[in-house]
């Protein structure tokens, strides 16, 4: 478990996190996982509890995640300005927040993952992934390389985290 906790970590974080930080985070979702109680005895600060709709190694996984990582908001205006945020000033995006003001949902995650797919091409551009299930925010992603989205799947699934392609997953939930 551990190992794939490790790998999928890394892929999910492109960089945006040190190995130390990886390993840490893969360390405690994999004891999270193992004994939920042990874990919450020796852990009593976590805020979590049985009613939640995903496991404690996964609610690990997700709270220990950076905002440079996991983007959460209500809004594909709001979600794409804390990834162009997350990038720093000196990467230029030929779109911008504001123009996905006023556009429908499929709209403005397409003109996102056009954008997205467009940068660092030796990698297979970014996909924008739904990453575990919706807790407070309408949407929840995580930025993964074309080239690691099998992967990615396969590590989500093994590890038992919920995870699609945003823009697919979108079409098929609005029957494009």
Not at 34 to 46: K, M, S, V, Y
């Amino acid at each position: 478990m551990k190992a794939a906790l490790v790998e999928l970590i890394s892929k999910i974080s492109s960089g945006c996190m040190s190995d130390d930080e990886i390993l840490k985070v893969a360390d405690e979702a994999a004891q999270a996982y193992a004994d939920p109680e042990a874990f919450l005895a020796a852990n009593p600060d976590i805020n979590y509890d049985e009613t939640f709709p995903i496991s404690l190694g996964e609610w690990v996984v997700v709270g220990s995640l950076p905002e440079t990582v996991l983007f959460q908001a209500d809004t594909y205006m709001d979600l794409f300005a804390q990834i162009v945020a997350s990038f720093g000033p000196s990467v230029d995006f030929n779109i911008k927040p504001k123009q996905l003001a006023k556009t429908e949902a499929l709209t403005a995650l397409n003109r996102i993952q056009v954008q997205m797919s467009s940068m660092n091409k030796e990698n297979g551009g970014y996909t924008l992934m739904n990453f575990s299930q919706l807790l407070d925010d309408e949407l929840q992603v995580v930025l993964v390389y074309g080239n690691d989205v099998p992967r990615v799947l396969e590590l989500c699934a093994e590890v038992g985290i919920a995870a699609a392609p945003a823009l697919e997953a979108l079409k098929v939930a609005i029957h494009v």
